[in-house]
């Protein structure tokens, strides 16, 4: 019976050595990952804005042509933007800011929705301004957005046959 009682901390102490030894190795492991998550490159603030910047001038052609496929895609692009930055720019002021633009986007949707060229042209010019009444507020005014006026690419065909 004494035997026993020497036998199971000997065996215990064993299993925390080993255990130990384990969460141990699971600690480098995370420490590993985690230095790869933290140098893993991420979008720039600004990086995302010109994106916005490219969708916003390709949803224009696309809107004056009634290439409602092409300007709903756009919107659909220039949202997911949106909601990069909110998620992977979250700690940025500016990105406090980004609900102004959701309604003007929203009217833009509408007016691709009812295939209305002067609706789309109203809300496009609603949204453009929007957009220059937040960098305004953010102190970026210096950023100045307008309606295009010859499309962002040369290689890409905005008006439907």
């Not at 692009?77 to 800011?97: A, C, G, H, N």
């Not at 980004?98 to 109203?122: E, G, H, T």
């Amino acid at each position: 019976m004494k035997k026993i009682f020497f036998v199971l901390p000997l065996l215990v102490l064993i299993s925390c050595s080993d255990n130990s030894e384990k969460i141990s190795q699971l600690q480098k492991q995370i420490d590993s990952l985690q230095a790869n998550v933290n140098s893993t490159y991420q979008s720039g603030f600004g990086e995302f804005m010109t994106n916005i910047q490219i969708h916003h001038a390709k949803l224009w052609f696309a809107g004056i042509n009634q290439n409602w496929k092409l300007a709903e895609f756009e919107v659909e692009e220039i949202q997911e933007s949106l909601e990069d930055i909110q998620k992977f720019q979250s700690e940025r002021e500016e990105t406090k800011t980004l609900p102004i633009i959701f309604a003007p986007l929203d009217s833009v949707q509408n007016a691709i929705d009812d295939k209305s060229v002067n609706k789309f042209r109203k809300s496009f010019t609603l949204l453009t301004n929007t957009c220059n009444a937040c960098h305004k507020t953010v102190k970026n005014e210096f950023n100045n957005i307008k309606i295009p006026e010859s499309p962002p690419f040369s290689n890409q065909i905005f008006k439907i046959e």
